[in-house]
């Protein structure tokens, strides 16, 4: 059995070239609403069961339906209130099922990048050619209806095989070549952008995509009251900062209309973004303006940079 898929070799976080985002920022903040759908009664996957409850699952289906019907209006209307344009996690059957919501996303200038078709179909037992197809096809989709080459993936649910990564970048350069298919969302091993080796040797980086300040996470698995998760974006938020004066840091808040939108939830979560945007030198952006100013500016001196540390180690 592999220890090791071998996507990003060991790199420790100090003395790395130093990162200054745009303007001199010392941190790059984004939101990502994972906008999904789920489907009443999805087809079964030996691997795993979409719904908890036996089919059909109606509470589970109806609260990610208010998501869609209420939560996504109620933080797209904070989002724009602080200048924050999300980059949307998408489940691209979204698109036909509800194009309004995408309509809406594009007025604002948001990021679609791919979060797979259904949120209820996973890459677990997939066959090579089948999850080529699948990306492929949402990578097809979100420009068919909103003109992105998308740029970034999420594997639906977070379901992955050996070959996810390589899988999205090559079905990125077969359709638009290097203007799609550049980051993933999938690793969660870092704070600052790193790069990533493919059977392409096609230039790829991780940008940083915190489970921890997931509110899916945070509410569901952890427990968490909204004001105690409030304060621990602030306190996230606070220690990347202050390391963010060595070399720029990354923060990422990952949203789920279902989640963070719910009423009670709201208050704590505008406090958090008031606080973080009211900061003159962080760079609130996107997923895709992140990977490509990263690729563009650092991602040469990091190749460079690791592969002298691994022949130290040699």
């Not at 004001?227 to 789920?256: A, W």
Request: glycine share 6%; aromatic share 12%; hydrophobic share 30%.
């Amino acid at each position: 059995m592999k220890q090791d898929l071998g996507l990003y070799d060991y790199w420790p976080y100090e003395n790395r070239p130093k990162i200054r985002w745009p303007g001199g920022a010392k941190l790059a903040f984004w939101v990502a609403p994972n906008i999904e759908y789920y489907e009443l009664d999805p087809p079964q996957n030996p691997f795993r069961t979409a719904w908890s409850q036996p089919i059909p699952a109606i509470p589970g289906y109806s609260i990610r339906d208010y998501g869609n019907r209420v939560g996504h209006v109620r933080q797209m209307q904070l989002l724009n209130k602080y200048g924050i344009r999300g980059s949307v996690s998408l489940s691209t059957a979204l698109c036909d099922h509800h194009p309004e919501i995408i309509k809406q996303c594009r007025d604002l200038d948001w990021e679609f990048f791919s979060h797979g078709i259904y949120n209820t179909r996973y890459t677990y037992g997939m066959t090579e050619d089948q999850e080529h197809e699948m990306i492929r096809d949402s990578i097809e989709s979100i420009f068919k209806h909103t003109n992105q080459k998308c740029a970034g993936y999420l594997a639906p649910a977070l379901s992955h095989s050996e070959l996810t990564l390589d899988l999205f970048a090559e079905a990125g350069t077969e359709l638009f070549g290097n203007d799609a298919g550049i980051y993933t969302c999938d690793l969660f091993h870092d704070d600052q952008p790193t790069p990533i080796h493919l059977r392409s040797k096609k230039r790829f980086v991780s940008i940083p995509y915190s489970l921890e300040m997931n509110d899916t996470i945070a509410y569901v698995s952890n427990k968490i009251e909204p004001r105690r998760y409030g304060q621990i974006l602030k306190d996230n938020f606070d220690q990347l900062y202050k390391e963010g004066d060595n070399s720029g840091t990354v923060m990422c808040i990952p949203t789920h209309n279902y989640q963070i939108s719910c009423p009670h939830r709201m208050k704590s979560y505008e406090e958090a973004l008031e606080y973080i945007t009211g900061h003159s030198d962080v760079w609130v952006t996107t997923g895709r303006e992140i990977a490509e100013y990263y690729l563009e500016h650092y991602y040469d001196d990091a190749v460079k940079d690791i592969a002298g540390k691994q022949e130290c180690k040699s």
